[in-house]
C-alpha cells in the first residue's frame, strides 16, 4: 500500500526557516516525481513544488520562488522542503504527495503536516 | 499563467440528484485536467484524469467530461458521502495551478 507521511510542521515566527519530510513507502519511490502541495486555512489547494525522479530539475509555484527548496533522498525513500524567510500567508496544511508516472496529475497523498507562522 | 474558474462556488443538493461542476481555464488546455475530492479533515483524493479518465477505486457515479477550455465533473446519483469540496487542476504546464474550489453539501 503506497503511503507518504509528512512531519516537521510547526509554530514558527515570520522570518523564520522550517523543514518538512515526507517518509514514502509502499512504490518505488525513485521511479516517481515528487511534489509538496498546500491548503491555508479558508482557501483552496495551491501547488508549491515539483521534483524529478533524480532530483536533478524541479519547478516552484510563484509564491514560493527563492525561499523554499525542495530535495529528495532516494536511498532513504525520503522527500524535504525547506521553508526559508517565512511569512504569515505561507501558514497552511502542506502535503506530501505523488506525481503520477509520466504525466503531472497527484495520484497519492499523504496526510499532510500543519504549519503556522506567527507575526 | 493558466488561471481556472470553478463554477459554483457553492451547491446544496438533494441524495441521487444530478450535480454539475464546471470549471474553465483562462487558455487551452487540451484534455490536461484533472478533478479530486476533499472531504473535511482528510486529504485530497483524486477523482479523474485527463480529463475523463476515472482513477480505480472511484466510484462510477462521478465522471468527467471536456476539452480545450471548458470541464465538467457530474455526479449522476448525488450520495451523503460526496459531501465534500472538489478542485480542478491543470497539467499543461508550469506553474500547475487549481481551480478555486466547489463546496458540495447534501441537504
Known amino acids: 500500500e503506497v503511503q507518504l507521511v509528512e512531519s516537521g510542521g510547526d509554530l514558527v515566527l515570520r522570518g523564520g526557516s522550517l523543514r518538512l519530510s515526507c517518509g514514502a513507502s509502499?512504490?518505488?519511490?525513485?521511479?516517481?516525481?515528487m511534489s509538496w502541495v498546500r491548503r491555508a486555512p479558508g482557501k483552496g489547494l495551491e501547488w508549491v513544488a515539483n521534483?524529478?525522479?533524480?532530483?536533478?530539475?524541479?519547478y516552484f509555484g510563484d509564491s514560493v520562488k527563492g525561499r523554499f527548496t525542495i530535495s529528495r533522498d532516494n536511498a532513504k525513500n525520503s522527500l524535504y522542503l525547506e521553508m526559508n524567510n517565512l511569512r504569515v500567508e505561507d501558514t497552511a496544511i502542506y502535503y506530501c504527495?505523488?506525481?503520477?508516472?509520466?504525466?503531472?496529475?497527484?495520484?497519492?497523498w499523504g496526510q499532510g503536516t500543519l504549519v503556522t507562522i506567527s507575526s | 499563467d493558466i488561471q481556472l474558474t470553478q463554477s459554483p462556488s457553492f451547491l446544496s443538493a438533494s441524495v441521487r440528484d444530478r450535480v454539475t461542476i464546471t470549471c474553465r481555464a483562462s487558455?487551452?488546455?487540451?484534455?490536461?485536467l484533472a478533478w479530486y475530492q476533499q472531504e473535511p479533515g482528510k486529504a485530497p483524493r483524486l477523482l479523474v484524469y485527463?480529463?475523463?479518465t476515472l482513477q480505480s477505486g472511484v466510484p462510477s457515479r462521478f465522471s468527467g467530461s471536456g476539452s480545450g477550455t471548458e470541464f465538467t465533473l457530474t455526479i449522476s446519483r448525488l450520495q451523503p458521502e460526496d459531501s465534500a469540496t472538489y478542485y480542478c487542476?491543470?497539467?499543461?504546464?508550469?506553474?500547475?495551478?487549481f481551480g478555486g474550489g466547489t463546496k458540495v453539501e447534501i441537504k
Open positions: 504527495v505523488r506525481v503520477a508516472y509520466g504525466d503531472l496529475f497527484f495520484d497519492r
Open positions: 509502499g512504490f518505488s519511490f525513485s521511479n516517481y516525481w
Open positions: 521534483i524529478k525522479q533524480d532530483g536533478g530539475e524541479n
Open positions: 487558455q487551452g488546455i487540451s484534455n490536461f
Open positions: 485527463r480529463a475523463s
Open positions: 487542476q491543470q497539467l499543461n504546464s508550469y506553474p500547475l495551478t
